[in-house]
């Protein structure tokens, strides 16, 4: 036999594109962990590249901010409405509603609100849980024309919920700079709240918004794994079709998770409002709904993992604060390490639904 003869493999090798069947939840948890390593890398990696120091990332993003007492308070303060959106994101994404209209919903909740404290209804010892209430109403109320149009109408709701941010932002503007504006000056926000109207401060300076926010991440955790309507949303967020034929309510099933994310993004409105800003601004929801949306697909649907995603956000928020002072770093920058967070967990999620595998055949 020649010596090209003998150098000829006996096999041939290809490898081939297959989708996953199953994969254990801790592998899941590994790539998406890895995912996330990769992502904080190449923002250290950005951040080095526009004149943050190395060896002052570890500070800037750990030390100064979760291990100081004042800025840990900043960052669970900062949390609150940002769990409160994620938290909305994940019950209508279970839902497979894709509602990119939590911003719309923050901005009438907060209206909402403010109308309360300006009209003066109600006594001042009833005044703040009439705000949430109210908030929380608007909200959901703000919901109920995409999700109607979706089910009725079969009108996409990707587009009804964009639109509709569109009409709540103007409306915003139109009453910061006309009928609600400060008659005390010529900038476009509402009157103060009053004190009784805010958000108080519990024992050791925490806002009362940290254990809303907590309590309704656990309420949401109990609605979409134990409540029947929890069970009835796995089925909807498996197969519709599937769920339909099976005598599952899917339009009902549908209309209750929108409602309640609508409820829940309306609540963080109240949250911003009443618990940083202490008015009505004309921009302070700027930024939360991707946000949301980002901690949402982070978390994977998950309340327990987007509580904790909003407090990774959260991190970023206070310590790119940090940054524009120290290192006048624009605060673009942390929406940039948000979008390579989303690109480095979406890459992720490649991996856990495909595998690479080699197939062997003879010549």
């Known amino acids: 036999m020649s010596e090209l003869a003998l150098r000829r493999p006996l096999i041939n090798r290809r490898y081939t594109l297959e989708l996953r069947q199953h994969m254990a939840w801790y592998w899941q948890a590994l790539i998406l962990g890895a995912s996330l390593v990769l992502g904080l890398l190449v923002s250290g990696a950005i951040l080095v590249a526009a004149g943050v120091p190395a060896g002052e990332l570890l500070n800037e993003f750990v030390l100064y901010t979760l291990f100081d007492a004042q800025s840990l308070k900043s960052v669970l303060f900062q949390a609150s409405p940002l769990i409160m959106v994620g938290l909305a994101g994940c019950l209508a994404f279970r839902a497979r509603f894709w509602n990119l209209g939590l911003e719309g919903q923050m901005i009438f909740g907060a209206i909402g609100a403010t109308a309360i404290t300006l009209w003066d209804i109600g006594s001042p010892s009833l005044r703040l849980p009439l705000m949430i209430l109210t908030a929380m109403a608007c909200g959901l109320l703000w919901a109920v024309a995409p999700v109607l149009l979706r089910l009725k109408l079969r009108v996409n709701e990707i587009v009804s919920t964009l639109m509709l941010n569109y009409i709540a932002v103007n409306f915003l503007l139109h009453l910061m ?4 504006k400060d008659p005390k000056d010529a900038f476009p926000y509402s009157p103060k709240y009053e004190s009784f109207e805010l958000l108080p401060d519990l024992p050791g300076g925490l806002s009362l918004s940290i254990p809303i926010a907590i309590g309704l991440a656990v309420l949401v955790l109990w609605f979409v794994s134990i409540s029947r309507a929890g069970l009835y949303l796995r089925f ?36 911003v409002a009443a618990g940083q800003e202490g008015r009505l601004t004309h921009s302070f929801y700027v930024g939360y709904g991707f946000s949301g949306i980002l901690i949402a697909f982070l978390a994977r649907n998950n309340p327990i993992a987007a509580t904790c995603a909003a407090l990774l956000i959260a991190t970023l928020f206070v310590a790119g604060r940090s940054l524009q002072v120290f290192y006048q770093i624009p605060f673009a920058m942390v929406q940039l390490i948000q979008a390579v967070l989303v690109i480095c967990v979406a890459s992720s999620d490649f991996f856990i639904r495909h595998r690479i595998r080699r197939v062997q055949g003879g010549e």
């Open 177 to 180: 700079y006309g009928p609600w």
């Open 236 to 271: 909807v967020d498996k197969s519709p079709d599937v769920a339909r034929s099976v005598g599952v309510p899917v339009a009902r099933t549908i209309l209750m998770a929108v409602l309640f994310s609508g409820a829940l993004a309306g609540l963080a409105g109240l949250m």
